[in-house]
């Protein structure tokens, strides 16, 4: 594996890949009373940008994640991808990486990322080619034709990472895939996951509980306050890329880390 220091990021300029949100809600309606998950949140994502958002438990980041991905309506405000609303799925403009890797035990990895494109009717001979790019792109070359089964923890949350950019989408929105690693499978994956950003120039939109995890992937940290979820901060992380392990000792990062968590510990 290349070390990132010397990768040279193949980004290529867009106009794709642009979120906007305004004054956006989520009320979930219960047989007893209505619970308000998100509340006039605004937010305006410029395309190639790296956004975590953070929060306390229940404070509608993943809410927030799912609105952005077509998958959950707003109650109230604008959602737009690309300048225009997303009110269901759509592969073209955004892939979504779940917290659970969810692979079909019965195929391959490569058969595993290709799947999306089945569903779609894309041409055997293309989707294969595809999906061994993308298997290729997240370090997986040689596993392709494994099953799940024979593949470590942070390998299926790869292939995840690779059925979500094998449409090629702007924008990628990930809640919290490395949640269940162990932290040094996390940090590798990190550095992994920088790796794939900085070759591909996604839009990328990543929920994570770990403040240390935020602030070392981030351009930018969205806070975010306890149910009702409102943004609370708008952190720029100003640390140079390549990011390296030994920022993580410097008093810049400790500083960024100090500031979101007295927000977290202001709402305990």
């Not at 195929?107 to 494109?117: G, K, R, S």
Request: hydrophobic share 45%; with cysteine.
């Amino acid at each position: 594996m290349q070390p990132l220091a010397n990768i040279t990021p193949l980004r290529r300029p867009s106009p794709a890949g642009s979120i906007e949100v305004r004054n956006a809600g989520r009320v979930f309606n219960t047989s007893t009373q209505d619970v308000i998950a998100l509340a006039d949140v605004s937010l305006d994502i410029k395309p190639g940008r790296f956004v975590v958002l953070v929060g306390p438990s229940g404070c509608g980041k993943s809410t927030l994640l799912m609105m952005l991905a077509g998958l959950l309506p707003q109650s109230t405000g604008i959602v737009t991808i690309n300048g225009a609303p997303i009110p269901r799925p759509d592969p073209d403009r955004v892939g979504v990486v779940f917290q659970e890797a969810s692979l079909f035990p019965w195929l391959t990895a490569e058969e595993n990322v290709e799947f999306p494109l089945l569903l779609r009717g894309v041409a055997k001979a293309e989707r294969r080619a595809k999906a061994q790019e993308a298997v290729r792109l997240v370090g997986l070359d040689g596993f392709g034709q494994r099953h799940p089964h024979e593949l470590s923890g942070g390998m299926k949350q790869r292939v995840s990472i690779a059925r979500g950019l094998v449409q090629d989408p702007p924008v990628l929105l990930m809640d919290e895939p490395f949640a269940a690693l162990d932290e040094q499978t996390r940090m590798t994956m990190g550095d992994e996951l920088l790796r794939i950003w900085a070759a591909t120039a996604k839009t990328v939109v990543f929920v994570t509980h770990s403040l240390t995890e935020a602030v070392y992937l981030a351009d930018e940290v969205v806070v975010m306050s306890p149910r009702p979820g409102r943004i609370v901060d708008l952190l720029q992380v100003p640390l140079p890329r390549p990011r390296t392990y030994e920022m993580l000792s410097g008093d810049a990062f400790g500083s960024l880390r100090e500031r979101i968590w007295r927000h977290i510990r202001k709402s305990a």
